[in-house]
Nanobody, 112 residues
């Protein structure tokens, strides 16, 4: 079983919304700082958002005000609510535990 599993990716029109989920197989992987990153071909993987164990959040300037990261420790899950999506948001989105574990990624495509 994969340690971190993402879901919720897919095709959405510009201006639309998507909610990504990441669920950990063990609570130790999700009880610390968690984050979302994204990557497009031939570009460096970039930081999107992070949330501490206490619920404090950080966002990249490119998504601030549009994306919201949250967590549910009881469900061993972290979420990314994405609103007002543009084609520039098209990427593979990766869930990350700051203990050093990455998910396999989920593809988000924003296109008409």
């Amino acid at each position: 079983q994969e340690p971190l599993v993402e879901s919720g990716g897919g095709l959405v029109q510009p201006g639309g919304s998507l909610r990504l989920s990441c669920t950990a197989s063990r609570s130790v992987l999700s009880s610390n700082r968690m984050g979302w990153y994204r990557q497009v071909p031939e570009k460096e993987r970039e930081f999107v958002a992070a949330i501490t164990s206490g619920g404090l959040t950080n966002y990249a300037n490119s998504v601030k005000g549009r994306f919201t990261i949250s967590r549910d420790n009881g469900k061993k899950s972290v979420y990314l609510e994405m609103n007002s999506l543009t084609p520039e948001d098209t990427a593979v989105y990766y869930c990350h535990s700051y203990l050093g574990v990455w998910g396999q990624g989920t593809l988000v495509t924003v296109s008409s």
